[in-house]
């Protein structure tokens, strides 16, 4: 099974059959405690007392702990600014404030009900609006500017400028957030945790309390989800049930309800986005001026990485002559914001998409031709922060998804549809995705692997990546099993642990299998190096005996005649063969090791945020979409008719999980921008903490056609593994959807242009509709 | 009472279950994750909209005679124990063979349908339903039917297109039923009669009132001890309430084993719909009579909840926004509730409600059964929500009316959502009489509106998207009477 093929899962049979294992799977210990914790319900404040005298005295309660039993309160990836426990002050509604451990889910329940927690409430601030006003910023940025925005603009023919207001997003992961803590001895601790970033939980649990890093083993299986969520927040619950473990010297298990989940874990960020753009006659832009503001939240967190990448990638797939970009983090009273899918990017390239839209409602012009116009390509490939795009398919991906897609002959059809039909509006828009590829902080482009051969020809590979079903494992174990010439079936994939693997960067970036596969390539090919020479020794007729052995050369000679294929090495020159598991052997009986680590770092990359020079990504994933629409004329509502995807993805590893990965991530694009609402009432309360209020797409919101293709323009290049990464780049494409319903509201033709938020909800279409109904017939 | 026993006895994958005091007051999926060993069934949203904890249920006890037993998909985690006693309980972990995997299971696998794998267990349930429940023929497994049987099952990383694909893989497959493999003559027959008996448990709790559970296995039974506990039914809502700690009652009497319950009959253009009737079998019963409505049902309900939960803990639920409310008040349904020792008491549904969440009811009064009249009026039902499948309703309407000569001659009209109760518009009605369904009979429904409604903005939507929905439903509503009139004088001239 190599590269190309579409292997299934490596958990597919564990999946279907209920045997695969999650953290609150663990069976539970005798002694095990389950730890929970009370919340501030204020959204700002000061905290005058903790009383939770009554709460010890409920039967099975074992212990209430606060703030000060931390040996380290505060964590954060960039900035340790954020409360494990909150100590004095109250950033958001739902703060944690103090742990509870009990023997008993009703005592646990009962307790927390009795912790008396007064708070002084103070004025809060709830929206990017009053931050800004406010000037209440977590980060600020250095601002990207390209050529000469005024000069350009004074001589545009036209100018828009207005404002757009994006939502945030739930993860919505279906496994919440989880940690199982067994402390060990000699005041060790071996923590299971649903993390994405091992090294960090490693880190925040052993500060928490007050240990070295040595003395902490952070375990994972497998996420049943995690899109970013658990990239940085997962941390704090596994610190929280380690704290309880150390107190009482007993395993500890704190799972999140769902509702305990979306209360309290930051989220996709919204950002609100000033704007002032001019163009010419044809639709082609020509100055862009751009403010982005995002809702950061209580604390840092991945905050100034994200808005940076919103910064990367508010240009899109479009080539800006003369611009300017600023952007500010804003500091607000609300769950402290994080990763989700895109990180950001998301965001930024919404603003450019939406504006094309404009362009072409403003000018009369079909947008699909604006979006040509204004696409990068041939030496019109200079980006905002100097990188050029060198391999840009994304010409070819226009004009063949065009004719694919069947664009034009919609857009007639829809014409007429619209003019005649009572009931429904139809609009189709297509918009694309440029995503850079690398962490855009350099030190995270680093992956390290051990791979262990087994003398039956099987082997074990652990890398730093974890499994949250985006297939990394089942690639990884492609690439090993490519370079062994073993089936993919004798390769396991292990569980991620810091003891095996560490200092390891997150899983996250779309970069999981680009740099831990690299890695575990790596090793996988200094033994086969190993192994080919001790097949030349043994094809030349030398033997080993009880006097002596093997002795392998260091010679660099290249060893590309031996081929490792169908579980057999060859070599072509000689024509000899020896089975794998035979070479295996003889390797071990001659103390030649089967084992490798290797270490692996993306070569060229870096950026100098201040003087906006050098290279933040190694490649970019392209990629399109058409999407229509249709909404109720009456209601606001809107369906998704029709989506054709196109993507260029390299020389894939495995389609079928690629593809995966592109129908996942539009439908959670399409949920952000359509149906997901994060509603907080005006104490800053999150009033959307359970499926029932927050609505993410079901079954039947995914497109009634949806039609996904792949084509092989530029292989990824510099990560060694040829296939482009994929876990964010289609996100951006659920951004088609808004687009589309931008483009059905332009059929109303109304005297003004659409202009509305995201998520366009049925009540923000209906509203949009009525405006624009009264505006035309004014 | 008869003679009575203190365990509930179920079967879960082809072994007998008997479950005790705490353990039988447990939801049934966390008596399968934590105390039968079985993990594979998950906890997401512990409210019965995910899926996740999705397991099959044949229940022995449903008395429609003619029918065999059958495996139903429910939701796990809102389902107490001691509600399934003498049930048949299948999960996950038991629907492959020793052998192999289930064509349901291999198609998955195939069609790579599972990813990060916490929604597979609980799709894989819904797709076995779904196998169940169809000859398998490729007309029955097409993708646009195969959603219907997935709208209760939330998956956050595949975009379901492969989870679809996996369905339609499952066209002609030759595999022995989980009915076969489970629901065998004996098993069948052990069970049953576990539901003849009475069953009453209790236990302590620290810090808190004991626990107590009744489940009637008859009617006397039942009648002797109305007033004593809360009563519970499919427990779709009542298990949330109770997940989210906002349920405070510890003594509870449930319905299941009721037969008389589940009685389903039309005497005199009457049908009477008995409480115990789940949504799936309601929808049954009043496709004939009352299509638009039994049609709706799907929006509102998945499979797992449609299967359990009852239109009478609709009704007695008393939300403004249940959706089957505002379709019995146009109907001018009638209640039947019975008092302890079996007294029968008559009421219309238009005056059971008193103000929000209050009904005209006594503590030892139980809804026995709905009666609704058969009519010939043309019916319209309405729901908007922010998710079409699966969501509560923003708004909802319902409408019976009826044109002679292009005027109204009959108009009932009520809606839920606007108000602390669902709420007729007589105003509506009385000025509609005699009058055309045109512009301006839509701006004098506007106005009835205007006066009459004051809806609460919450995360549903605003008070003023309600008031625009409320107006602009109307709207629609006269446009699809033209549309149809414009429709039948072609079809006349054709």
Known sequence: ?778 | MKMSRDHIILSINGRQHEIRGEHAFMNLSEYLRYQAGLAGTKIVCAEGDCGACSVLVAKTSDPIRDQPVKFKSINSCIQPVFNLDGCIVVTVEALASAKELSAVQQSMVDQQGAQCGYCTPGICISLSYLKEQTGGTAEEIIPSKAKNFLTGNLCRCTGYEPIIKAACGLVDVKESSLSKRFLTASQVSTLKGATQTDVYFGFNRPGLEPIEVWIPSSKESLFGMLGKGRLISGATDLGVQRNKGRLGESRFISLQKIAELKQAVVTNGLLRIGAGLTWDQVQDFLQDDFSDFADSINLFASPQIKHIGTLAGNIINASPIADGVPFLLVNEAELLLLGSGGKERRVPISDFYQGYKKIGMASDEILWAVLLPKNKLKQRVYKVSQRKDLDIATINLAIAYELKEGVFSHLKLAFGGVAETSLRMTSIESLALGRKPDALFVADCAKAIDLALRPLSDVRGSSKYRMLLAKNLIQKWVVEIDLESQQNVNEANV
């Not at chain 1, 960090?200 to 902490?216: D, M, S, W, Y």
């Not at chain 1, 996250?508 to 740099?515: N, V």
């Not at chain 1, 104490?683 to 293709?709: A, M």
């Open chain 1, 1 to 778: 099974m190599k590269h190309g093929h579409s292997s299934a899962h490596d958990s597919a049979v564990s999946h279907v059959t209920g045997q695969s294992q999650y953290v609150d799977d663990r069976q539970m210990l005798k002694n095990e405690l389950l730890v929970g914790y009370v919340t501030a319900k204020v959204a700002c404040g000061k905290i005058q007392n903790i009383d939770f005298s009554k709460a010890l005295k409920v039967p099975g309660v074992v212990c209430v702990l606060t703030a000060s039993d931390l040996a380290h309160n505060n964590w954060g990836t960039i900035v340790q600014d954020q409360p494990l426990l909150a100590q004095s002050q109250v950033e958001y509604f739902d703060e944690p404030v103090a742990i509870v451990a009990a023997e008993s889910e009703q005592a646990l329940s009962l307790a927390k009900k009795m912790i008396l927690v007064e708070i002084q409430a103070l004025p809060a601030v709830l929206t990017i609006q009053e931050a800004v006003n406010k000037k209440m910023f977590l980060s600020v940025a250095e601002p990207f500017i390209k050529g000469d925005f005024n000069q350009a603009m004074a001589v545009a023919p036209h100018k828009l400028k207005g404002e757009l207001s994006l939502g945030g997003q739930e993860h919505f992961y279906m496994e919440n957030q989880a940690a199982v803590v067994y402390s060990s001895e000699n005041g060790h601790f071996e923590v299971h945790s649903s993390t994405q970033h091992p090294t960090e939980t490693q880190h925040v649990v052993a500060k928490a309390l007050g240990i070295e890093f040595h003395k902490v083993t952070c375990i994972v299986k497998r996420l049943g989800g995690g899109f970013g969520g658990k990239e940085s927040q997962a941390a704090p619950m596994a610190a929280m049930a380690a704290l309880v473990a150390q107190k009482t010297g007993r395993a500890a298990r704190m799972v999140l309800t769902k509702d305990e989940d979306m209360k309290i874990t930051g989220k996709r960020h919204p950002f609100w986005h000033r704007y002032e753009i001019g163009f010419d006659e044809n639709g082609k832009i020509q100055a862009a001026r751009f403010e982005l503001y995002a809702d950061g939240g209580a604390y840092t967190d991945l905050s100034p990485s994200i808005l940076e990448r919103a910064m990367f990638h508010v240009d899109g797939a479009y080539y800006l002559p003369n611009v300017e970009i600023y952007a500010a983090c804003c500091k607000t009273n609300t769950y402290s914001n994080t990763a989700f899918r895109g990180f950001g990017g998301p965001q930024g390239t919404f603003l450019i998409e939406s504006l094309l839209e404009d362009i072409a409602v403003f000018l009369k012009k079909d947008s699909f031709d604006i979006r040509t116009l204004n696409s990068y390509q041939g030496d019109r490939n200079l980006t905002p922060y100097g990188q050029k795009i060198e391999q840009n398919p994304l010409p070819e991906i226009f004009s063949k998804l065009r004719k694919s897609s069947d664009y034009d002959s919609r857009r007639q059809e829809i014409l007429k549809f619209n003019s005649k039909d009572k009931f429904k509006l139809r609009g189709l828009s297509m918009t694309a995705t440029k995503f850079g590829i690398a962490f855009t902080a350099r030190f995270l482009n680093q992956g390290n692997a051990l791979v262990n051969l087994h003398v039956d020809g099987t082997a074990q590979v652990s890398t730093g990546a974890v499994e949250m079903g985006q297939g990394v494992n089942t690639k990884i174990c492609q690439l090993v099993a490519e370079v062994f010439g073993i089936d993919s079936k004798k390769i396991s994939v292990m569980t991620t642990s810091t003891e095996k693997n560490a200092n390891t960067s997150p899983t996250a970036a779309s970069s999981g299998a680009d740099i831990n596969g690299a890695a575990a390539v790596k090793a996988a090919q200094a033994i086969r190096q190993r192994l080919a020479r001790l097949a030349e020794m043994y094809f030349a007729g030398q033997t080993f005996d009880a006097l002596n052995e093997y002795q392998l050369s260091q010679s660099a000679e290249n060893l590309s005649h031996f081929i490792f294929k169908e579980g057999q090495v060859h070599c072509t020159r000689t024509n000899q063969k020896i089975i794998f598991s035979d070479l295996l052997k003889k390797a071990h009986l001659n103390r030649i090791s089967l084992s490798e680590y290797a270490h692996f770092k993306t070569e060229g990359l870096g950026f100098d945020k201040k003087t906006i020079t050098g290279t933040p990504f190694k490649y970019f994933t392209f990629g399109a979409a058409v999407t229509e629409v249709e909404i109720d004329r009456f209601t606001g509502e809107s369906k998704v008719l029709r989506t054709d995807i196109l993507m260029d993805l390299g020389r894939s590893l495995n389609p079928a999980i690629d593809r995966g990965q592109t129908t996942g991530a539009f439908v959670q694009g399409l949920g952000w921008v359509l149906l997901e609402k994060l509603y907080h009432n005006t104490s800053g309360e999150l009033l959307s903490h359970s499926p029932t209020t927050y609505k993410i797409p079901n079954v039947q919101d995914t497109p009634r056609i949806f039609n996904v293709d792949f084509i092989e323009a530029y292989k990824a290049e510099g990560v060694g593994i040829g296939a482009k990464a994929v876990g964010e780049p289609p996100f951006l494409l659920g951004i088609s959807c808004w687009t589309a319903v931008k483009n059905a509201l332009a059929g109303l033709e109304s005297s003004r242009r659409p202009d509305f938020s995201s998520p366009a909800t049925g009540e923000v279409i209906l509203f949009e509709i009525e405006r624009l109904k009264s505006e035309s017939s004014l």
